[in-house]
């Protein structure tokens, strides 16, 4: 047991919050604290309701399997958790008590709770910590449990003292790791809904370096054709487009700066392939100013490839307009912009087919006309063909 100080309090709190940032799992907790207060094992859970869906955050030091038998069933004979809860205790963050104080010792000793889960597994004494009360609506509840053996002293007042110091710590810690797990799912699907689009989005910052970039913009830079992309920023071979582009993107960064009124601007870009030219959108960004940030957002940079068609899924089409296969396939052809005639050559299909089945989609798309279904299905989610040449 590791003599409680101030000093080793302050080691077990640092070691808190290194966890809640993500260095470690609260297995990495329970071991200091373990030694703080002399237990022998420690857990971290979210007890289950009637169905035992026990959630465990952590633990140290149990026996093989002991978590999978209180999860299967001893959940049921905890009477400390079941006393706790009677009390009151479990609603009440921050809340520390030892186990004579949840339940009798009359009741505790002729327990299945003790005689046939915790004595096997080499426990008696319970020194308990609601982390998180059952009324906080993100984090509810969210318990610790620290046991010693059998044939040693219940826990001292000084531990008791030491847990109740380290509380609000866990439970801001908890607080914390659950906000940035939910920036984590955020930016995840930032990304992921910026990967779905069908044109380049390049995100930079007050010097011009790129700090987001989508998928449709990483096929563009690795094309080269016309455009180099780099960490460094975005730039154009042609010296006389890199002037225009590169003035739109010094306005548009001083009006997220605030300094400038510049509204960007538009371009198109000829590429050396002759393929069809770029698109480019230049756009201010409001710049954003997070306190340990080195780089912030200051301009937006959209580029349009008129070569990359748009691809409307079939299976979207069938479920959401109930069109049979071959109706949706044509839609989908029709999609990308091309005559009829030319969508059922694609097919292999018969023009007078194609004609039958441009009829039938019409009715059940409620359109009348090739222009104003082209209309309504793209703005369907689509995937680009960039998906299918991307790394």
Not at 298 to 305: E, G, H, L
Request: net charge neutral; with cysteine; aromatic share 6%.
């Amino acid at each position: 047991m590791t003599h409680i100080t101030d000093e080793t309090i302050a080691d077990v709190i640092g070691t808190v919050y290194d966890v809640a940032a993500g260095d470690g799992d609260w297995d990495r907790v329970l071991n200091p604290l373990q030694s703080l207060v002399g237990a022998s094992v420690g857990v971290i859970h979210t007890p289950g309701s009637d169905n035992g869906q026990t959630r465990f955050w952590g633990e140290s030091t149990l026996p093989d399997g002991a978590l999978q038998t209180y999860a299967d069933y001893f959940y049921q004979t905890d009477i400390w958790l079941a006393g706790g809860v009677q009390k009151g205790f479990v609603s009440l963050t921050g809340h520390v008590a030892l186990g004579q104080a949840l339940v009798p010792w009359d009741d505790f000793r002729n327990s299945e709770w003790r005689n046939d889960f915790l004595h096997p597994n080499g426990l008696e004494h319970l020194l308990s910590l609601t982390v998180a009360g059952d009324r906080d609506p993100e984090l509810s509840p969210i318990l610790m449990a620290l046991y010693r053996p059998p044939g040693t002293e219940t826990f001292s007042a000084d531990s008791t003292a030491a847990m109740r110091a380290i509380a609000p710590h866990l439970y801001r810690a908890f607080t914390v790791q659950r906000r940035l797990e939910h920036l984590d799912l955020y930016t995840q699907a930032t990304q992921s809904a910026l990967d779905r689009m069908t044109y380049a989005v390049l995100v930079l910052d007050a010097s011009g370096r790129i700090v987001a970039a989508n998928r449709a913009a990483i096929v563009i830079a690795g094309a080269g054709d016309g455009l180099v992309v780099s960490s460094q920023g975005v730039r154009c071979l042609r010296q006389t487009d890199n002037r225009r582009l590169q003035q739109m993107i010094h306005g548009a960064i001083a009006t997220g700066r605030g300094a400038a009124t510049n509204a960007g601007g538009v371009m198109q870009l000829m590429r050396p392939s002759g393929r069809k030219p770029y698109a480019l959108t230049v756009a201010p960004l409001t710049e954003h100013r997070p306190l340990f940030a080195r780089r912030r957002t200051a301009a937006i940079v959209f580029i349009s490839d008129p070569e990359d068609r748009m691809e409307t899924p079939v299976g979207l089409l069938r479920r959401v307009y109930g069109l049979t296969p071959r109706e949706a396939e044509l839609a989908a052809v029709l999609a990308t912009g091309v005559p009829l005639a030319t969508a059922a050559d694609h097919l292999s299909m018969a023009k007078e087919t194609a004609r039958r089945h441009l009829k039938s989609v019409f009715k059940k798309t409620d359109t009348q006309r090739q222009a104003e279904l082209v209309r309504l299905l793209v703005i369907l989610p689509s995937v680009s063909n960039f998906s299918k040449r991307s790394p």
